[in-house]
């Protein structure tokens, strides 16, 4: 069966640094992802996808990185705000047409 | 562009009732998917109507059941309530049509079972 996982269930990072999100997956064959952002209280939001034809895409202050070898996506948030503490799940979307989500990473920033 | 909404926000329920959720898609997408978020399970996908068909169906007993109507909304029932049924349901539309189709979420229903 299709398995996503997070290599870490929290993370903090102080303002203005960096953060790496990262993701494994597990099914070779699936063809586009997506990383999401959850507040409290909210559903989650589209923050950036790639589709497996990349290696990597850039948007506003994230980038996403994907490496199918290793089945390993993650997401880089530069200059990480307050703003920015949220959970970040990462979804995978195979052949099925179907969305399988990790179970997420926590991000702390500490002003 | 309407977002995705989701009705009612928030429902409290007792162990065997029956509840019915429901989502309205952003205009002009023909997918809605429906997820239950768990602390535990993480999101957990229950199924996705496309078309007024479902197409595809997550692993869920058959107390979960759903459908959509011609203007692309949907409604998601849960029928003999249980405590783990507490859940946040959320649903997602996306225009359904190419293989790197995006969903786009809407808040949510908190369901408590007492």
């Known amino acids: 069966g299709e398995s996503v996982g997070l290599h870490l269930p929290t993370l903090s990072v102080q303002e203005g640094d960096n953060s790496i999100i990262n993701c494994a997956y597990s099914n070779s064959a699936s063809d586009y992802f997506i990383w999401y952002k959850q507040e409290s209280g909210k559903g989650p939001q589209f923050i950036i996808d790639i589709r497996s034809n990349m290696d990597k895409r850039q948007g506003q202050r994230v980038t996403v990185l994907l490496n199918k070898t290793v089945k390993h996506l993650s997401l880089q948030i530069a200059a990480t705000q307050p703003g920015d503490s949220a959970v970040y799940f990462c979804a995978e979307k195979n052949t099925g047409n179907q969305f399988y989500f990790g179970t997420g990473t926590s991000l702390t920033v500490i002003p | 562009k309407a977002g995705v909404t989701q009705t009612p926000r928030y429902l409290i329920k007792t162990r065997g009732q029956q509840v019915t959720l429901s989502c309205s898609p952003i205009s002009g997408h023909r997918s809605v998917s429906w997820y239950q978020q768990t602390p535990g399970q993480g999101l957990q996908f229950l199924f996705e109507?496309?078309?007024?068909?479902?197409?595809n169906k997550g692993n869920f007993p058959g107390r979960f059941s759903g459908r959509q109507f011609s203007n692309s909304r949907s409604e998601m029932n849960v029928s003999t309530l249980e405590l783990g049924d507490s859940a946040l349901y959320l649903c997602?539309?996306?225009?359904?049509?190419?293989?790197?189709?995006?969903?786009?979420f809407g808040p949510g229903t908190r369901l408590t079972v007492l």
């Open positions: 997602a539309s996306s225009t359904g049509d190419t293989s790197t189709d995006t969903q786009y």
């Open positions: 109507y496309f078309s007024e068909t479902q197409r």
